[in-house]
């Protein structure tokens, strides 16, 4: 199904529904007829069902996991809200390509794929063959204290590179989808994001991101506080309103938009999506304001350290698998999670029942 998101509107088009076929009831009976006391799997047993039914199979796989992790620069990053500096964003994807970042040693233990991709990294990084190219523009995006952050061409173009990078690994056989980033100071845009879509105190979003300081902090969430009424006065004057995909483009970076592309169109192909952290949990929440039938695609991996994490995560209905005050970000925990992801679709295949395993089941 070809998906079509307009920035200026809403989505067109809906994701799969994951009723008809393979039904919960069918999957429920197969759990429970394992030979074990009923529910006493927990968590295993609701991620079993859940990738039953995006499959829509008793007997689901996961087949040729990849990690795609975009990069890209935000102009908001020159109005000094992150304590690291923008040419770290270059400086790890070069190291990614060396094999030397969290990334890539949580990629090599679970058998991920990476996958590099420059949206918009200001840097050169031609000489490195390992990054696909695919800048929007080849210095990030604009300072949306100022304005929006990309036209509405960049926008689109944003989005088929996430939806572009899916395309290519469900052609390569790949069901599994995790996604990461790199991009300095895109905890900002993520705070905006969650604060307007979940309609919470910007202060309750907000957080240190790589390693503020308290007065840093304030200094971040005053620059961010005037962005957000320098948007809302030029809405006012053109009568309109701040839709989800009005601030995919306001706020977003090149790398964020791609990865919100990215999760809408490996639900369109029925694959897994494994949810990262604060960041890719406010790209899930765009995503799911563009069409909410995207949750059921996902599963969130990791609660980070970053504030607001856990509650935007809440606000979602979200159940992250781990808790590890992680705050690296590219996606290590939701590689993290993988193994037990894994163990869940391994308990629906490899666990005997009670009928074949001659044992009595004692409940119904």
Not at 13 to 30: D, E, I, N, Q, Y
Not at 112 to 119: A, G, K, N, R, S
Not at 156 to 168: P, Y
């Amino acid at each position: 199904m070809e998906k079509e998101i307009s920035t200026s509107g809403q989505i067109h088009s809906t994701l799969p529904s994951l009723t008809g076929g393979v039904g919960g009831g069918s999957l429920r009976a197969k759990i429970d007829n394992l030979n074990k006391p009923k529910g006493s799997l927990g968590r295993l047993e609701e991620l079993a069902l859940q990738i039953g039914l995006i499959q829509q199979t008793l007997s689901p796989s996961l087949r040729h996991p990849v990690h795609l992790l975009f990069g890209a620069d935000h102009g908001i990053e020159h109005e000094q809200v992150s304590v690291s500096p923008r040419c770290i964003t270059w400086q790890q994807m070069q190291n990614f390509t060396r094999g030397g970042g969290g990334v890539n040693m949580f990629c090599r233990q679970h058998g991920f794929e990476l996958h590099l991709v420059d949206v918009g990294v200001d840097h050169d990084l031609s000489a490195y063959p390992q990054i696909l190219n695919r800048k929007v523009t080849p210095h990030g995006t604009a300072n949306f204290l100022y304005g929006p952050a990309m036209t509405e061409e960049q926008c689109e173009q944003a989005l088929d590179v996430g939806r572009e990078q899916v395309d290519a690994a469900f052609d390569r056989g790949c069901n599994i989808i995790s996604i990461g980033e790199m991009g300095i100071a895109n905890t900002s845009p993520s705070s905006i994001w969650m604060s307007l879509i979940l309609d919470l105190p910007l202060e309750q979003c907000v957080g240190a991101g790589a390693g503020l300081n308290s007065e840093g902090v304030r200094h971040k969430l005053d620059v961010l506080r005037r962005s957000i009424e320098h948007m809302q006065s030029e809405l006012d004057a053109h009568g309109q309103t701040a839709t989800p995909s009005y601030l995919l483009r306001y706020f977003g970076g090149f790398e964020m938009v791609a990865a919100v592309g990215a999760m809408l169109e490996a639900a369109v192909k029925r694959m897994v999506v494994l949810v990262d952290g604060f960041i890719m949990t406010a790209c899930a929440l765009i995503a799911s304001r563009l069409d909410p039938s995207f949750m059921d695609f996902a599963i969130f991996c990791h609660c980070g350290d970053e504030s607001g994490h856990r509650l935007m995560l809440e606000r979602m209905g979200a159940k992250p698998l781990l808790s590890l005050g992680l705050r690296l970000g590219e996606g290590t925990g939701a590689l993290c999670a993988f193994p037990i992801i894994d163990s869940a679709v391994r308990m629906l295949n490899e666990m005997g029942n009670f009928e074949d395993n001659k044992i009595t089941k004692y409940f119904e």
